[in-house]
């Protein structure tokens, strides 16, 4: 997501964190957070009454004013840190959790309304919140929006470098046939993404770093490239485990 905190409105009271996500009760959910006292971006997991995990960037984030790019990944599979905090596409934070997340009834919040914590202030745009499944290779997600995109865009997938999972973020203004494929360093074709008429509107892909085959890929540069109608690009990414 993107966020665009504001430093003129300043919280009076006991509270000490800006609520920008929360699906959370007193005992299961997640919410990520601005902690006023260091300026940095919180990601709780809730585990019972009385037993929560806390993961923080180490950079703050608080500027007035200033556009953040946001993203927290948790892997529950993944045998190394699972946990990861990004800024601005780049890893700020890592941690280690071996325990499950458990997600309640509540609904999404954004900018904060199921916790008694302060709505978050400032601007929040392009929330993105995927459910990874183990039983596919890729998920796809639309942006759900009444105006459609004015050209057609391709984005740097995010994040990048990536391990083994990334989104790659596109934008359609018409009706196209849209196929998207990743090639290696030698030109190589080793996964195709998609293959399917889509109608206007901004769309995201998850890639999980599986080939055609199934197999998880290896360390190294690929590239992969849209194809909708005439329009056409390619761009880079880095595969880094």
Do not use: C
Request: hydrophobic share 30%.
């Amino acid at each position: 997501m993107a966020v665009k905190s504001r430093n003129d409105i300043l919280p009076t009271g006991n509270f000490d964190f800006y609520e920008i996500i929360s699906k959370i009760d007193s005992y299961s959910g997640y919410a990520l957070r601005y902690n006023l006292e260091n300026g940095r971006l919180r990601f709780l997991i809730q585990y019972g009454s009385d037993n929560v995990g806390i993961y923080e960037t180490t950079q703050s984030t608080w500027a007035g004013g200033e556009w953040y790019e946001i993203m927290v990944t948790f892997d529950y599979y993944s045998s190394d840190e699972n946990i990861k905090l990004y800024i601005d596409n780049q890893l700020d934070a890592s941690y280690k959790e071996t325990r499950l997340l458990t997600i309640n009834d509540q609904s999404i919040a954004i900018g904060g309304g199921n916790t008694s914590y302060w709505e978050f202030p400032g601007t929040i745009d392009e929330v993105l919140i995927h459910n990874r499944l183990e039983s596919s290779d890729i998920t796809t997600t639309v942006e759900e929006n009444n105006l459609a995109p004015k050209e057609f865009k391709l984005s740097q997938n995010f994040p990048n470098p990536f391990n083994p999972t990334t989104t790659i973020n596109y934008s359609l203004p018409k009706k196209e046939y849209v196929v998207i494929k990743i090639y290696n360093i030698t030109g190589g074709e080793v996964k195709t993404l998609l293959k399917q008429e889509q109608s206007p509107g901004r769309y995201s892909i998850i890639w999980n770093g599986k080939d055609n085959q199934g197999k998880f890929l290896s360390s190294g540069l690929y590239f992969y490239q849209i194809n909708a109608g005439k329009f056409e690009k390619t761009l880079k990414m880095s595969l880094v485990k």
